[in-house]
């Protein structure tokens, strides 16, 4: 056990206690940065000036009759920026665009002195445009040759081609599937208001604080030293606001820079999905080779991903895509190319998992439909092919603690009944003509790290007060994934204090500089190395007072549960206060800034090759469901999943994780159904009532999840990992069932292809397929996917390889 | 008349020179109670469910929760209301707050405020009592139905269900439970510039004819999404919810009339099992939340083609009581659309009520084709009432919404069904996917929906097997 992993006595870490936040959730007194608004005074309202065309040169932009309606105080145009008109870090993203890139782009932003009049404004802001030919769907950019960014391949093992051709089985297939909205229930805010001399503070509700100061440092022209940018929390993150807030908070900021007043930019669910990016549709092709035992023996793929119009994140997400391609499976053979379509839609970003699942679904959706083929369950060819311990992934990171896989997988099958229950479901199934029911189980391995070496670093500021009572800020963002609670937890593991003694201030640039995104599910990882070392830092001061006192050496001194003693537990012992209040008197620093980073990782961006990843993290899910063949309606009626955690640092935190992020998986997969018209480019699912989010109807009817046992994961605070992102993969259990149930249609053995989502109109056309003996569309042999030749990506745009 | 006012949590506030269009929660998130939350302003989400006294049916005043977003603040004069704030506060939690909180109902909380007023309204369901569970209601009698208009990104729902389950009955000196053993407010008559609640039917019908472009609003979930999501600033609104004379409900042997402003889930109250085809279609309306509010003469007045109400009317062969300054006049529901949003209602004309003739069909069956199983718009709506007779069908009513401009009757299926043997239906099943005019969209192919169309009467054929 490391320094770092290793667990105190009586440590906080651990305990299932409720958000640090619930009881101001539930009353509705936990703030956001809108409920700010009504505490602000004179505060304007700004409203965008969306072009409705997919591509166009902008010509005019006429402003006077917006100035003219009642209560419109300015209009925002590129012309006002003072500093560099970009909104983002790779300079391809104008924050005022000269030319329209996609439908809904804003090109001007007008400022009222109420909601109302700065809508209205924009409704009279006039803009002259010329259209301009559009990309709209990944296919059209293939064919237009329309990429942006590198064009990475990994490859590793002996010569694809050659491992093909000695292959017992060989096919070949097409799988495009969907992007998802954030959807997260607070919509993008920034509040921003200009301080004395100029100088701007930014409320944003923003994942990475410190580029969304970046950002508006640079727009503004200013120093990033008179920018503070503060996140209270978000109603949610999921990637969303990790890069796209920050142009929207320096809107906010150039307005009140203009006008001294403060400026408030929320966007409404219509423009912040119109405007903002989303989870990375893609098209995959690819060919495959299995050996008689159903063994993988090659993967030939290229996997397009749908980036929009400017880069953002798409570089690491298609490269944590490629890097995940191989989700829990040894395959000796890879040749994976990635690229990048340029279309004008929004520019697509970091999701939950970033890429990865994406690749992971490729694998999956081969495996689920050449399994049939293959003459085995899906069960058994996914099981087959499982990583041994001593095996590398194709980017040539060892495979730590392959054998939890199995671990996992075995503790499902056996919770799950899995054996049991496969026969009822086809006795089921042989008895029901219009109902069928499926059951599969599906694997999760997720890198944890991100790559990018230099975000890999964590802040932390620990004030411990006079009267004994601790405040902490870290460089994390709280969004509801229990960030903040497990902080608390670990400032009081380590200071030895109880949960109730430590408070937390929301997430500040001014306290903690130069801060990660939190993301890549490493927040915890990051932030509780850093809190951890601040803690310990003063607790080495406080021993020092503490060992005078007790008059034991200094490495004797214990702090538990709020007192501070010697080794022996029934001997003489002071409350924490004393010591604390001691230490003051003797001018004893009681505050420490914290600071972590993460060893051992190393990536050539360029070679796809390296240990990119801390360790990684192993899930298994079982899922049942019902399929209506009259409709391809269904239903989910029982998940058990074990989930790898490592110790957990907040159980009842990291099985709401669990659960969520696989209900969000499910809705990726299964419901939420993005759609552009191909035409024109308008996204014509840009509300609540057309875009479908799971609701309670689409939560398991039975819901059993476990953390993984004897999980202690040495490289990290406190032995737990990171959760954030990987249990958003188990849905692939709902996707694989429903492909089985549909299969039941059709004669046994039947294959299935089975769109993403798997909406019930999709689940009733791999109905009808089937019951037509239709047989899912892999070819086999087939000839080699698109090579595509492109530049590698650079180690520059390679900022990170896991972030959402 | 008085100023308008609303009370909030107990205290009462005026609501002077606050715009028509303004919302609910748009007006209490300005007066500085912040809880209640904006996730869509379309009804879709519940992050701004707040509770609202309104009369109930069991008990003198029944909490009901509403879309803030939705009702214009002006509609609740006079009325109570309740929010996240005002059930409890972080010392002194209400037991909707305690067992969210320490269940892990709340991740990043911005849903929670809007979960904890729908699950209140449920927690405060006089004629919620213990009883067997099954997978959509507890132990406790909790009708989980209740929170199918509340989105949560986050949780995956799992606590939040654990957390309504473990709710116990109030307590016996609950103060908003007492509440509900007293009369609730009464309709304040209103009549501020842009919006008017008139005290009754002859003084609606009057501010009507004297003015021609106002709108109508009843429980306002369509005409908030209007004003929301497209701008609609009407210069005359005239609130009708509460109109005395369109609340009847009555059954007789001849006839079923439903007043045009009962709320929906006062219509599945009121009705008891009177019409059984409408029990098929309540649960699958929209959500708890937009029921409380939606009445059926708000859905037929949309002349939405995509309106779960007219096809289910129309197999019930339904007609329409209209009423103007002029006088009534009945017009049977197949007549009264006639293009897309549009039918023979004049501007001046309200629907009063809804008549179902009796008796109905002996055999009905309703589907409704949509993504999501809880709140969502049909793709295609199909409902079927027959007669079966010695195994042979000898009448058929066949209502499809969402396949053609406007609702419409299934009338070559119908005859084709009649004479058919029952429930052999491949034949007119076949005919049926051949009515209308489906289209593609974000919803449905036009392949999928003709499917659907097919599939419909096949499905409903093999469910509806005769005694
Ligand atoms: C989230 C959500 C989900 C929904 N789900 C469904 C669904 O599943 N199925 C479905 O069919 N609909 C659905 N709807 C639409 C809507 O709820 C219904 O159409 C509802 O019945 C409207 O009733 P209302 O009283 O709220 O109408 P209002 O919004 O008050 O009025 C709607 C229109 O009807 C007119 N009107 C109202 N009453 C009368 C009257 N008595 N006489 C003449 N004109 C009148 C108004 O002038 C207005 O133009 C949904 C809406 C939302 C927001
Ligand atoms: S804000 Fe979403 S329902 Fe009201
Ligand atoms: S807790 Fe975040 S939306 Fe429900």
Redesign the interface.
Known sequence: MSALSERPLGAVVGAAV??E????????????T??LV?RTKGVLHAWPVQVLAAHARVTAVRTDAATDVPGVVRVLTAADVPGVNDAGVKHDEPLFPDEVMFFGHAVAWVLGETL?AA?LGAVAVEVDVEELPAVVTVRDAVAAESFQGGQPTLLRGPDVEEALAGSAHVFSGEFEFAGQEH?????HCALAQVDEDGQVFVQSSTQHPTETQEIVAHVLGLASSEVTVQCL????G?GGKEMQPHGLAAIAALGARLTGRPVRLRL???QDITMTGKRHGFLAQWRVGFDDDGRLTALDATLTSDGGWSLDLSEPVLARALCHIDNAYWIPAVRVNGRIARTNKTSQTAFRGFGGPQGMLVIEDVLGRCAPTLGFTAEELRRRNFYAAGQDTPYGQPVRHADRLATAWQQVLDSSDFSARTASVEAFNASSA?VKRGLAITPVKFGISFNFTAFNQGGALVHVYKDGSVLITHGGTE????LHTKMLQVAATALGVPLSRVRLAPTRTDKVPNTSATAASSGADLNGGAVKNACEQILGRLAQVAAEELHVPAADVRFVDGRVRGLDADGPSLPWEDVVRLAYFSRVQLWAAGFYRTEGLHWDSAAMRGEPFKYFAYGVAAAEVEV?G??G?Y?VRRVDIVHDVGDSLSP??D??QV??????GVGWLT?E?L?WDERTGKI??S????Y??????????D?RVSLLDAAHEDGAVYGAKAVGEPPLMLAFSVREALRQAAAAFGPAGTSVDLASPA???AV??AV?AARAAEGAHVRDGGSAPPQPQGPPIRPESERVLGQA | MPSPSLTVNGRTVPLDGVPAHTTALDWLRESGLVGAKEGCAEGECGACSVLVARPGTTTPTRWTALNACLVPVLALDGQEVVTAEGLGTPDDLHPVQHEMAVRGGSQCGYCTPGFVCSMAAEFYRPDRAPGEPTPEHGANGFDLHALSGNLCRCTGYRPIRDAAYALAAPDADDALAGRQTRPAPAATPTDVPGFARPADLPAALALLAEHPDAVVVAGSTDHGVEVNLRGLRARQVVAIDRLPELHGVSVTDEVVEIGAAVTLSEVAARLDGAVPLLDLLLPQFASVLIRNGATLGGNLGTGSPIGDAAPVLLALDASLVLVSAAGEREVALADYFTGYRRSVRTAGELIRAVRIPQPQPGLVGFTKIAKRRFDDISSVAVAVGVDVVDGEVTRATIGLGGVAATPIRARATEEALVGARWPDVAAAADVLAGEGTPLDDHRASAAYRRAMLRQSLLKIAAAEVPA
């Open positions: 409720p958000h936040a619930a009881a101001l959730h539930v009353t509705g007194r936990a703030l956001y809108d409920d009504g109302e809508r959807f997260y229930l607070e919509t929390r978000m109603g949610g999921f409404n669910r219509a219009h969004m509801g994934q229990g209506d009259f409709t309606a239903r009842l935190v099985l709401g659960e969520g992020g696989f209900v969000q419901l159904d759609r014509t699912t509300s609540a009532s057309t479908k989010l799971p609701s309670f109807s689409e939560m398991p009817e819901f909406t019930p109109e009733f056309w009808e």
